[in-house]
């Protein structure tokens, strides 16, 4: 390495250096320490500034501002150098100072660093709701901000362009960005949450909806017009309990009919844990009416649309179903969704003499009996008195259809459905 005289860096004197053939040459700046102008053998011309941190024991580094010519004259590159200059003298070594800028401009961006946080999400109902939440109402909003400089006002303005009134909404978009930003603290890319110190948004009032015996079978016999696949969703949902993506996304390699079991997957579960349900007698043929046999499929999405897609007009399916319910001759059910079914079931198997750690194992809840220390040791996974349940539960719905059937022939009316 040459170095030339040194003298003040001005455009006359960058334009008069010349290179040397075998090496890097440089001409330092005699008004302003560190500063200098970088020529390679070739007799490319680029601005430097060379300082230590610390004292002379340190290590010689060396930032490079730039290349001669726009927007780096002698002039401009001489004001970043002097920059640089007073980070070096507030102890900020600006090459550390631009990597850490850059990391946060990428690796730390919101956008981007969200989607590492959906990638660590484990169960199919916390995830979907994860990148629900994410791509919906909160990258629009904080977008490539980096995570570190993301306020409490970023995480009052997410909530506050929620639709007003969606209570539920707003506090599962906290718990979305609270569990977010504690995973970023936990991989040491963030100090403290921004969501600390923030009070979290009321709960939703549980909802106590449970559909009466009438109102029961008046929705099984509705659902025999409720459309080819949907109608045998809503059937398969009364009979197990299960929740409403778990029974749409079923597939006959999850299925076996000589067992009578579905063995869920803990991938496809809200709480990532594999769940065995039995299958009685009316959730099997309602199976075998979709596969229009005895002999089921060995793979394949059970509830496939005419595309191969998994089934995804509930919407659409529950309003065609509430307007045949409407039309049946009697008075109109009062509001109603289709996760009410689970707890409905639940409330029938207490009237059936159930107990209550086999109705939590039924639904797939990890609470009461399996929660805490009771969870971690008491490991029975309760099958067959979960087939024993389900069959007592399937004989009273069972008995529903009957008993409604009956009713309507001995008044001459028509008795909906027939397939029971």
């Not at 979907?128 to 980096?146: D, Q």
């Not at 769940?275 to 199976?287: E, S, W």
């Not at 008075?331 to 750690?357: C, K, M, Y």
Request: hydrophobic residues 40%.
């Amino acid at each position: 390495m040459g170095t030339l005289a040194s003298g003040k860096i001005t455009k006359r004197s960058v334009d008069a250096a010349l290179p040397m053939p075998t090496s890097d040459t440089f001409l330092w700046d005699d008004e302003l320490r560190g500063f200098g102008l970088k020529v390679t053998s070739a007799g490319s011309k680029s601005f430097v500034y060379q300082y230590r941190m610390g004292g002379r024991e340190s290590k010689t580094r060396r930032w490079t501002i730039g290349a001669y010519g726009s927007p780096w004259t002698p002039s401009t590159a001489r004001s970043e150098a002097e920059r640089i200059a007073k980070l070096v003298g507030q102890g900020i070594d600006p090459i550390d100072a631009d990597r850490e800028r850059r990391r946060q401009a990428v690796d730390l961006a919101f956008a981007t660093y969200s989607i590492k946080f959906e990638a660590s999400c484990v169960g199919a109902g916390w995830k979907r709701m994860v990148e629900r939440t994410l791509r919906i109402h909160t990258i629009p909003v904080l977008g490539n901000k980096p995570i570190p400089l993301i306020t409490r006002a970023d995480i009052s303005d997410v909530l506050d362009r929620l639709p007003a009134g969606q209570q539920a909404l707003r506090r599962n978009t906290f718990a979305v960005l609270r569990r977010l930003f504690r995973w970023a603290m936990g991989r040491g890319d963030l100090e403290r949450s921004p969501c600390e110190g923030m009070e979290t948004p009321a709960a939703v009032k549980a909802r106590d909806r449970v559909l009466d015996d009438g109102e029961l079978s008046r929705v099984w016999f509705a659902s025999a017009d409720a459309g080819r696949l949907f109608g045998p969703i809503v059937r398969l949902l009364i009979v197990t309990g299960q929740r409403r993506g778990e029974v749409t996304g079923l597939s006959w390699e999850e299925v076996n009919r000589a067992n009578r079991c579905w063995t869920l997957p803990g991938a496809r579960s809200k709480n990532g844990e594999a769940h065995v349900i039995p299958l009685g007698d009316l959730a099997t043929a309602i199976l075998d009416g979709v596969a229009g046999s005895e002999n089921w499929p060995k793979r394949g999405i059970i509830f496939a649309t005419s595309g191969g897609k998994v089934f995804a007009m509930h919407a659409k399916g529950k309003k065609k179903l509430d307007r045949l319910i409407a039309e049946d001759g009697h008075a109109p059910l009062s509001h109603w969704r289709l996760h009410d079914f689970r707890r409905t079931l639940a409330t029938g198997f207490q009237r059936l003499g159930v107990r209550f750690e086999v109705t939590e194992a039924v639904l797939n809840h990890l609470s009461g009996s399996r929660s805490g220390v009771a969870g971690v040791y008491q490991r029975h996974n309760w099958t067959e008195e979960k087939r024993v349940a389900l069959a007592k539960w399937e004989g009273f719905v069972t008995n529903l259809i009957s008993c409604k059937m009956r009713a309507a022939n001995a008044a001459g009316l028509p008795d909906g459905d027939q397939n029971v």
